[in-house]
């Protein structure tokens, strides 16, 4: 198994939290590409990218996308997230004119209070329908 087998856009969530759990599934409702692919933080997957970032799993409180081997997190991940979506969402790109320092401080507040205002499962988003073809827990087989 290879890192050449992984899509483009992985989308790296905790899958415990309620707030991230909707954020996934916004992210999804209006992709209608299909350009991005979901792995929960707690995943083998999605252990093994943080790790290879230096980013430890256990201490996630952010969104990440890793994106050609390149990982964005925080506001900047949630912008790139948004410039990728259909119209009009893709405008929320035009926040990223906001130096990412301010971004990020508000971007910090809600992650700590995340699961006090939005709630936490006790294990992760097991997702069906549709969706679940765009969720990855292991690295894809090699062809």
Same mark, same amino acid.
């Given at each position: 198994?290879?890192? =050449? +087998?992984?899509?483009?856009?992985? *989308?790296?969530?905790?899958?415990?939290?309620? %707030?991230?759990?909707? #954020?996934?599934?916004?992210?999804?409702?209006?992709?209608?590409?299909?350009?991005?692919?979901?792995?929960?933080?707690?995943?083998?997957?999605?252990?093994?990218?943080?790790?290879?970032?230096?980013? =430890? +799993?256990?201490?996630?409180?952010? *969104?990440?996308?890793?994106?050609?081997?390149? %990982?964005?997190?925080? #506001?900047?991940?949630?912008?790139?997230?948004?410039?990728?979506?259909?119209?009009?969402?893709?405008?929320?790109?035009?926040?990223?004119?906001?130096?990412?320092?301010?971004?990020?401080?508000?971007?910090?507040?809600?992650?700590?209070?995340?699961?006090?205002?939005?709630?936490?499962?006790?294990?992760?988003?097991?997702?069906?329908?549709?969706?679940?073809?765009?969720?990855?827990?292991?690295?894809?087989?090699?062809?």
């Amino acid at each position: 198994m290879t890192q =050449n +087998a992984l899509p483009e856009r992985i *989308v790296i969530f905790d899958g415990v939290c309620n %707030l991230c759990e909707f #954020s996934v599934n916004f992210i999804y409702e209006r992709d209608r590409t299909g350009k991005f692919t979901f792995t929960p933080s707690q995943s083998p997957l999605g252990k093994m990218l943080l790790q290879q970032h230096q980013i =430890n +799993a256990d201490s996630l409180d952010t *969104v990440v996308l890793v994106t050609n081997n390149k %990982l964005y997190s925080r #506001s900047t991940a949630a912008l790139k997230i948004a410039s990728e979506l259909d119209p009009p969402w893709n405008g929320l790109q035009l926040f990223s004119l906001i130096p990412s320092a301010i971004r990020d401080r508000l971007y910090a507040f809600i992650a700590r209070n995340r699961y006090k205002w939005f709630g936490k499962k006790d294990s992760c988003m097991i997702p069906t329908g549709e969706i679940k073809a765009r969720f990855l827990e292991q690295l894809p087989p090699e062809s």
